[in-house]
């Protein structure tokens, strides 16, 4: 965005040269003009074409210089290039190698910011041929330089109209440099070229330079807003992301756990089956030592009463010996208890078989 121009003053606000219009005073134009030309191809240096002209205006009278100004002509459209400039909020500002004994009377005309030039030294009313100021052995770009770094400007925010070979620097350093009616040397390194003599030509590309880059910065502003955009739902995709496989991560956690509590619980399980098997085969074992004994026990009553049931001697003949259970009264008998006896062990042998056959 352009936030100043910059003019030349000689030959681009004012038409005329200011130095060659004094010369006019002192009856030494032609001397003066052939230097001005010099210096304005690039033929000589601009310090010692100052110089030497300003040394040829010794004796010139300071009062008839202010007269001189008051009357020296405006380049067409100036008037309106600059207040129209103003008016759409520009700062405007002159840089001349010109004096201020001049431009301070246009600066009040036009209502110009800011005017930057040397100065003509006078004594008693009348000049002593010496000039001082920023641009007699400075450069234009000098003094531009220190302008916009005490109002905050950069140099691709100026434009800068010059017509000389002395404008060369602050034309090539400008955001846009403007050849207005220029010399061939200073054509050569502007970027806009203006061939008529009206400032009105400089205001319109001025204006359209400045809604280019308004148009321009706007679309670099949406870009970045797009790009922020995009960002921001980035942001918001790869938290949603990380909530996910935080979610994900949580999942897998609490299924791994859920797993390990299962293979717990079934190793608990396990353990309690094989502690109730243990049970069980110890109890079956209680059991089998139980019923063994149980029919050796009754194995044994049974031999012991078959061998009581026997004669036996003794000193009454014909006695038998009292058993310590009831006894058959007959062999018979005797063989039916023992029969009850097999089958009552035979019937705890099933029993036991079949409760085998269930813990398997």
Do not use: H
Not at 189 to 211: G, K, P
Not at 244 to 262: F, K, S
Request: include cysteine; charge should be negative.
């Amino acid at each position: 965005m352009i936030k100043l121009v910059v003019f030349d003053l000689d030959n681009v606000i004012i038409d005329g040269e200011g130095i060659d219009e004094i010369g006019k005073l002192v009856n030494i134009e032609d001397q003066i003009a052939a230097i001005t030309e010099q210096a304005m191809q690039g033929e000589i240096d601009f310090e010692t074409s100052i110089k030497k002209r300003v040394g040829l205006l010794k004796g010139a009278s300071t009062e008839d210089i202010k007269t001189l100004a008051k009357e020296m002509p405006l380049m067409k459209g100036a008037e309106e290039t600059i207040s129209t400039l103003k008016e759409n909020g520009f700062d405007v500002a002159i840089i001349s190698g010109s004096f201020d004994i001049i431009a301070d009377t246009i600066k009040e005309k036009l209502n110009v910011d800011n005017v930057f030039t040397n100065s003509l030294v006078e004594k008693d009313g009348v000049l002593t041929g010496e000039v001082t100021g920023p641009l007699v052995s400075g450069s234009k770009l000098d003094v531009l330089s220190k302008y916009i770094e005490e109002v905050g400007y950069s140099l691709d925010e100026c434009v800068a109209v010059g017509d000389g070979a002395n404008d060369i620097s602050m034309i090539e350093s400008a955001g846009y440099g403007i050849a207005f009616n220029a010399k061939p040397a200073l054509k050569e390194n502007a970027d806009i070229i203006v061939e008529t003599r009206d400032l009105t030509d400089v205001l319109n590309v001025v204006i359209n330079l400045n809604s280019e880059n308004t148009e321009g910065d706007a679309d670099v502003d949406k870009e970045v807003a797009v790009e922020t955009e995009v960002v921001e739902t980035t942001d918001v995709v790869v938290e949603n992301q990380e909530e996910e496989q935080v979610a994900d991560a949580t999942e897998e956690v609490v299924e791994e756990t859920e797993e390990v509590e299962d293979v717990v619980g079934a190793e608990e399980a396990e353990e309690e089956v094989v502690e109730e098997d243990a049970a069980e085969e110890e109890a079956e074992e209680a059991e089998e030592e139980a019923a063994e004994e149980e029919a050796e026990e009754e194995a044994e009553a049974t031999e012991d009463a078959a061998e009581e049931a026997k004669p036996k001697k003794s000193k009454k003949k014909n006695t038998l010996p009292e058993p310590d259970f009831e006894l058959a009264d007959t062999i018979e008998g005797v063989r039916a208890q023992k029969d009850e006896r097999e089958e009552l062990i035979a019937q705890a042998e099933k029993l036991k078989n079949n409760v085998k056959y269930v813990m398997n």
